[in-house]
């Protein structure tokens, strides 16, 4: 074989081995890649359900995720991808692997060319070299079968785990490819708001309160951030713990003067959606004023009487002395804040339930009841006293709200005695003859008159 046949084999052959070197090294450096990419979002997830991580830390997370995957592409897969070494590098390859010498000589001498005065030794070189030339170079893959070992072994664990427990592998690469969604894994407690109606009176404190689903009752830890809404903003945001009840509620009871309520309750692993709460005035008394007229047979020796019973919940509320039984009570009250209907079976339902008259504990009659034709806030009770009267008003106000306390006045009475009469003299029974005249002294005692 001539000098310049030698060399094209040569070169032919060192660039057919430096392809399959450049196929084996991005082979094994794109398996390394697979392999690090399955195990580190097996440990992403993992790590994620352990410590329930919050999602500002879930985006740092899937950033130095994807910078090291960066990094990793500029510093190993791009180098790899350029990897052309000249073919005198890969002839001094082939030379330490077979122990032999001359073919990066002839790689050198066949890839310049040689001048006329040297051609001959040249040619000499070369086909030297070319005869040391391997027919096929061998390329070590002990690498590339690490690296697919790597590679399998990583890819069957993740599959392993995606099957054995699917809804785990799926919430978790959701919560790790968008940590801002909103995902949450099961949680190992939980509670459940129970706030009961949306509205709920306003002033008076509010019981934010929680019951009790999953996890150690006697362990959780349950928090209820809320803000109130004053004057149409809300205002900042407060976190209290909340204290485990003797019914096994979770309670906590927080001012509720605003127009609105937000609150949320949270465990270590888990948090309920917002609640929203209407705060409304609640229906209450304004005023009272009750007038008191005797019975007919006590007009003249029993005067008329006049009181301000206030709102019905304090000891105004209370008729004191007591009346005396069968005075003709006539409450006026002025309300507010409470829904009247406007039909008249309607209304008729509304005073039956809204004022109610107890004698002595029990149910009586229902008193004579009216409205201020000009003002449905002003209303007149009125009924004859006997016993110990209680007359109970229950207004209900904008969805369904009724008063914080109860609102009540009371109207005792007592009974007029029957008259009574003593014989004074004589103080014992004496004989006396037929024609005697006898001197008896009597005395008549009566409440009135």
Same mark, same amino acid.
């Given at each position: 074989?001539?000098g !310049?046949?030698?060399?094209?084999?040569?070169l032919?052959?060192?660039?057919?081995?430096?392809?399959?070197?450049?196929?084996?090294?991005?082979?094994?450096?794109?398996?390394?890649?697979?392999?690090?990419?399955a195990?580190?979002?097996?440990?992403?997830?993992?790590?994620?359900?352990?410590?329930?991580?919050?999602?500002g830390?879930?985006?740092?997370?899937?950033?130095?995720? /994807?910078?090291?995957?960066?990094?990793w592409?500029?510093?190993?897969a791009?180098?790899?991808?350029?990897?052309?070494?000249?073919l005198?590098?890969v002839?001094?390859?082939?030379?330490?692997?077979?122990?032999?010498?001359g073919?990066?000589?002839? @790689?050198?001498?066949?890839a310049?060319?040689?001048?006329?005065?040297?051609?001959?030794?040249?040619?000499?070189?070369?086909?030297a070299?070319?005869?040391?030339?391997?027919?096929?170079?061998?390329?070590?893959?002990?690498?590339?079968?690490?690296?697919?070992?790597?590679?399998?072994?990583?890819?069957?664990?993740?599959?392993?785990?995606?099957?054995?427990?699917?809804?785990?592998?799926?919430?978790?690469?959701?919560?790790?490819?968008?940590?801002?969604?909103?995902?949450?894994?099961?949680a190992?407690?939980?509670?459940?708001?129970?706030?009961?109606?949306? /509205?709920?009176?306003?002033?008076p404190?509010?019981?934010?309160?929680?019951?009790? /689903?999953r996890g150690?009752?006697?362990?959780?830890?349950?928090?209820?951030?809320?803000?109130?809404?004053?004057?149409?903003?809300?205002?900042?945001?407060?976190?209290?713990?909340?204290?485990?009840?003797?019914?096994?509620?979770f309670?906590r009871?927080?001012?509720?003067?605003?127009?609105?309520?937000?609150?949320?309750?949270?465990?270590?692993?888990?948090?309920?959606?917002?609640?929203e709460?209407?705060?409304?005035?609640?229906? @209450?008394?304004?005023?009272?004023r009750?007038?008191?007229?005797p019975?007919?047979?006590?007009?003249?020796s /029993?005067?008329?009487?006049?009181?301000d019973?206030?709102?019905?919940?304090?000891?105004?509320?209370?008729?004191?002395?007591?009346?005396?039984s069968?005075?003709?009570?006539?409450?006026?009250?002025?309300?507010?804040?409470?829904?009247?209907?406007?039909?008249?079976?309607?209304?008729?339902?509304?005073?039956?339930?809204?004022?109610?008259?107890?004698?002595?504990?029990? @149910? @009586?009659?229902?008193?004579r009841?009216?409205?201020? !034709?000009?003002?449905?806030?002003?209303?007149?009770?009125?009924?004859?006293?006997?016993?110990?009267?209680?007359?109970?008003?229950?207004?209900?106000?904008?969805g369904?709200?009724?008063?914080?306390e109860r609102?009540?006045?009371?109207?005792?009475?007592?009974?007029?005695s029957a008259?009574? #009469?003593?014989?004074?003299? !004589? #103080?014992?029974?004496?004989? #006396?003859?037929?024609?005697?005249?006898?001197?008896?002294?009597?005395e008549?005692?009566?409440?009135?008159?």
């Amino acid at each position: 074989m001539t000098g !310049p046949a030698a060399g094209t084999a040569l070169l032919d052959r060192l660039r057919d081995a430096r392809r399959r070197l450049r196929r084996t090294l991005l082979a094994e450096r794109g398996l390394r890649a697979v392999a690090a990419t399955a195990i580190a979002l097996v440990a992403a997830v993992a790590v994620d359900r352990v410590l329930r991580l919050p999602s500002g830390i879930r985006a740092a997370e899937l950033a130095a995720l /994807v910078l090291g995957a960066g990094a990793w592409f500029v510093l190993r897969a791009v180098p790899a991808w350029r990897f052309r070494p000249p073919l005198v590098e890969v002839a001094l390859r082939v030379e330490r692997a077979r122990g032999s010498r001359g073919i990066a000589i002839a @790689a050198d001498l066949a890839a310049s060319g040689a001048r006329d005065a040297s051609r001959e030794l040249a040619d000499e070189a070369i086909r030297a070299g070319a005869s040391a030339m391997p027919g096929a170079v061998r390329v070590d893959r002990g690498e590339l079968v690490r690296a697919a070992t790597w590679a399998g072994a990583s890819l069957a664990l993740a599959l392993a785990l995606a099957l054995a427990v699917p809804e785990t592998a799926a919430i978790g690469r959701r919560r790790l490819v968008n940590p801002f969604a909103g995902v949450q894994w099961p949680a190992r407690t939980m509670v459940e708001a129970d706030m009961g109606t949306g /509205v709920r009176p306003r002033g008076p404190a509010l019981a934010l309160r929680a019951r009790h /689903v999953r996890g150690d009752q006697a362990a959780m830890r349950v928090e209820a951030e809320y803000r109130v809404m004053r004057d149409g903003s809300y205002g900042q945001r407060r976190r209290v713990v909340l204290p485990v009840q003797p019914d096994g509620a979770f309670e906590r009871l927080v001012e509720a003067d605003g127009e609105r309520l937000e609150v949320v309750f949270l465990t270590e692993d888990m948090e309920t959606p917002v609640v929203e709460v209407r705060l409304v005035p609640p229906p @209450a008394v304004r005023s009272v004023r009750l007038e008191l007229s005797p019975p007919a047979y006590a007009a003249g020796s /029993v005067d008329r009487r006049t009181a301000d019973l206030g709102n019905g919940s304090d000891r105004r509320s209370i008729v004191s002395p007591p009346v005396l039984s069968g005075s003709e009570a006539n409450l006026e009250l002025t309300m507010e804040g409470a829904v009247v209907p406007t039909g008249d079976d309607a209304r008729a339902d509304w005073r039956r339930s809204t004022f109610v008259l107890l004698r002595d504990g029990v @149910a @009586a009659d229902q008193p004579r009841i009216e409205v201020d !034709p000009a003002d449905s806030m002003r209303w007149t009770v009125a009924w004859r006293v006997g016993g110990r009267d209680v007359l109970e008003v229950r207004p209900v106000g904008e969805g369904g709200v009724g008063p914080p306390e109860r609102i009540a006045f009371e109207v005792p009475s007592i009974e007029d005695s029957a008259p009574s #009469v003593a014989i004074v003299e !004589p #103080v014992a029974a004496e004989a #006396v003859p037929p024609d005697a005249a006898p001197v008896v002294s009597a005395e008549s005692r009566a409440d009135l008159g």
